[in-house]
């Protein structure tokens, strides 16, 4: 394969991996920052990193969570460099309210303002467990964390949401 | 594993099984109800985080300006490959097999029998509580309310209530997100019920060991304002 040929070969297989795992990524960064702008720039930024660093990527089954990585180290970044403040959850929530509109489904609207609301340290552990279906090592690898860490939160965080729904919480038996 | 230590486990990973949980739901109806129902709080939760992508895009810019557009056969492929996948999946989730909606409403009542028992009325603000963000209300004559919770039933937050009416008290569930084309007849153990078509979804009406029982769910359906 000639220098050309491999190029192309680099940028299509790169192309397949981005298409297929950008609108993870986009949730991901959507409900690290609950901002669709900083979603979109954050992702597009990772993307940028990805492609310069593609060669680095030993084994393309493990893109998904190497992508994660370089959106998450980047959501660091731009808070670091935007100095981004914790705003007003109202007015967050107000901001993103049709990415959050759930039509005729006011259980699943309810739910996502309460994830919405919930502790940056509380949700993200719960996306990359719900939605990237992580293991809770996995998660305790990613943020850095013990594992007995994310139990804790992964447990906090769902009596939290039990509590904001109004769900009914059983005692205990025994 | 007692109780405290099975539900630390299940609260952090509501799927986890293993022969000490496996063993502990055997033994403890009410920690395996808890365990069901934060798995199917965990489906609302998954519901809830696939916010669609479309609205959270704003330019439909997608990919690195270096990455090539693919050649057309390519991109026949991969949706050939989806469709496929669509097909797959429809396939098997079709063909697997469904709890049935009266096993799922009885289960919920089984498992708690002692909300049947209460006698005392429950203030008018905590009903409001229940069902106010579903848009419903319950019109005043039908009963005392003894119980009324939001349950997650079906991967759903819904109202649970129960009604005390003159031939007994009546377990009330509103399924919003459930529609049923004719009314769906229970039956198990003690348990007696019917799930009616609803303005929107159904409602499930469950009695123990009930005489009148359609004549009781026809009250009741027509003492709920489903509202919008």
Known sequence: MNR?????????????????????????????????????????????????????????????????????????RSFERKRLE???????????????????????????????????????????????GYSTQEIADQMGLQQGAVLTRLFRARARLRQELGVAAEPLTS | MNCLEFRRRVGAEPAVSGDAIDSHRSQCPACARHQDELRAMDALIGRALAVDVPRLGRT??????????????????????????????????LGSPRPSLAREVIGHVVHEPGTMMLTAAIAPEALAAVLDPDRTKLRAGIGDVTYAKRCVFDGHVVPHLVVRMPQGPVTVLLLRHRNVSEPVRLSEQEYVGVVLPAPHGSIAIVGHDQKDLDGIAQQVFDAVDWGN
Not at chain 1, 39 to 60: M, N, Y
Not at chain 2, 86 to 91: D, S, Y
């Open chain 1, 4 to 76: 050309d040929d491999h190029g192309t070969e680099r940028q299509r297989r790169f192309a397949t991996i981005c298409e297929e795992l950008r609108p993870d990524l986009m949730r991901f960064a959507f409900w690290l920052g609950r901002d669709r702008q900083l979603a979109e720039d954050v992702v597009q930024e990772a993307l940028l990193r990805a492609w310069k660093s593609f060669d680095g990527l030993a084994e393309e089954s493990k893109a998904k969570s190497w992508l994660l990585t370089i959106v998450r180290r980047e959501f660091a």
């Open chain 1, 86 to 132: 914790v705003a007003d959850l109202d007015a967050l929530v107000a901001a993103e309210a049709d990415v959050l509109a759930a039509d005729e489904d006011a259980a699943l609207a309810e739910m996502r303002e309460a994830l919405f609301r919930l502790d940056d340290e509380y949700r993200e552990p719960l996306v990359l467990q719900v939605m990237m």
């Open chain 2, 60 to 93: 439909g810019a997608a990919v690195p300006p270096a990455a090539p557009k693919l050649p057309r056969a390519r991109w026949l492929a991969m949706a050939a490959s989806i469709m496929i996948g669509f097909a797959v999946g429809a396939a098997l989730w």
